[in-house]
C-alpha cells in the first residue's frame, strides 16, 4: 500500500503505485496517476488528467495539472504528462494543454525544477533540462534536451529553445534559440557557445570546434538565413552533431534570435 499521510485528500479513482509516498494535506485528483518510487511532499495538489512517471519528487506547495491559463479554455479535458527522475521544488505551476494544440503539456525525464516555475499549457520540454528559479514558459514553449534556463528567465508563446543551449539569468526571450548557443539577458542576443556544457555532456574537441564553427556561419559570416542553412546543411554531413541545427531551423515556429 502506498504511504499516504492521513491528512491528504486522495480519490479513490487515483492511480497510485504501491511505493508511493503522499505527504500531509496534499490533495491528488481522481484523474490522476502517479508511477513507482515516487514521493510528493506536503502541501501538494495534483490535479486534473495528470500522469506522473516512475521516481519523480515533488517537494511542497506545488500545483501540479492545473487548468490551463488560456481564455480560450472551456474546460476540455485536457492533460499533463510528466516523465520520470524528475526534481520539482516548491512553488512551482504546471499546467495542462488545450485542445488548439495537441491536448497536452509535456515534461520528459530526469529535469531539475527549481522553485516558482511556471510551465504554461502545451509546452514541451525534453529531457535533462534545468530550469532555475522563477524561470517562466509562455504557452506552446519546446526545449531541448540538456537546455539550461537560468532564474528569472522568460520564454515567449511559440518559441523554441534548442538542445544544449543556454539562458542566461534575466533573460527575456522572444524569438528561438538554436542548440548550443548562449543568450545574454542584454536584449537576448546570442553571445556564443555553450562549450562547457558540451564538454560535460562528452562533446569531444572535435565535436566543440564543429559547433563554434557552424555559430560562425550563422552568426558572423553575414549570411542571410537562407545561405547560412544551405552551408549548416554540408557541414553537417561530415559533422552530425549539427543536424540538429539545421532540423531546428527547418521547424522552428518563430524566428530566430540573429
Given at each position: 500500500m502506498a504511504n499516504i499521510h492521513p491528512t491528504a485528500v486522495v480519490d479513490s479513482a487515483a492511480e497510485i503505485a504501491d511505493d508511493v509516498e503522499i505527504g500531509a494535506w496534499s490533495v491528488i485528483g481522481p484523474k490522476v496517476t502517479i508511477g513507482a518510487g515516487s514521493w510528493i511532499g506536503p502541501?501538494?495538489?495534483?490535479?486534473?488528467?495528470?500522469?506522473?512517471?516512475?521516481?519523480n519528487r515533488v517537494f511542497q506547495f506545488n500545483s501540479i495539472g492545473e487548468a490551463p491559463q488560456d481564455k480560450k479554455y472551456a474546460g476540455e479535458d485536457t492533460e499533463l504528462v510528466i516523465g520520470d527522475g524528475n526534481l520539482i521544488r516548491e512553488f512551482c505551476?504546471?499546467?495542462r494543454?488545450?485542445?488548439q494544440d495537441d491536448g497536452a503539456t509535456r515534461i520528459g525525464n530526469d529535469n531539475w525544477i527549481m522553485a516558482y516555475v511556471h510551465?504554461?499549457?502545451?509546452?514541451?520540454?525534453g529531457d535533462h533540462v534545468?530550469?532555475?528559479?522563477n524561470a517562466s514558459l509562455a504557452g506552446h514553449v519546446t526545449i531541448g534536451?540538456?537546455?539550461?534556463?537560468?532564474?528569472?528567465?522568460?520564454?515567449h508563446q511559440f518559441c523554441d529553445i534548442g538542445a544544449h543551449s543556454f539562458i542566461s539569468f534575466n533573460s527575456l526571450v522572444n524569438r528561438s534559440v538554436p542548440p548550443y548557443v548562449t543568450?545574454?539577458?542584454?536584449?537576448?542576443?546570442?553571445?556564443g557557445v555553450n562549450t562547457e556544457g558540451l564538454r560535460r555532456r562528452g562533446y569531444t574537441p572535435e565535436q566543440v570546434q564543429n559547433v563554434?564553427?557552424?555559430?560562425?556561419?550563422?552568426?558572423?559570416?553575414g549570411h542571410t538565413l537562407e545561405r547560412a542553412r544551405a552551408e549548416l546543411a554540408e557541414m553537417a554531413k561530415d559533422a552530425p552533431e549539427l543536424q540538429i541545427v539545421v532540423d531546428f531551423i527547418d521547424h522552428a515556429d518563430r524566428s530566430i534570435i540573429r
Open positions: 502541501h501538494v495538489i495534483i490535479t486534473g488528467r495528470t500522469t506522473l512517471g516512475r521516481n505551476t504546471l499546467n494543454g488545450t485542445v510551465v504554461a499549457h502545451d509546452c514541451v520540454i534545468i530550469m532555475g528559479n534536451d540538456w537546455a539550461i534556463l537560468s532564474g528569472f528567465s522568460q520564454i543568450v545574454s539577458p542584454d536584449k537576448s542576443r546570442p553571445r563554434r564553427r557552424a555559430y560562425r556561419v550563422l552568426y558572423r559570416s
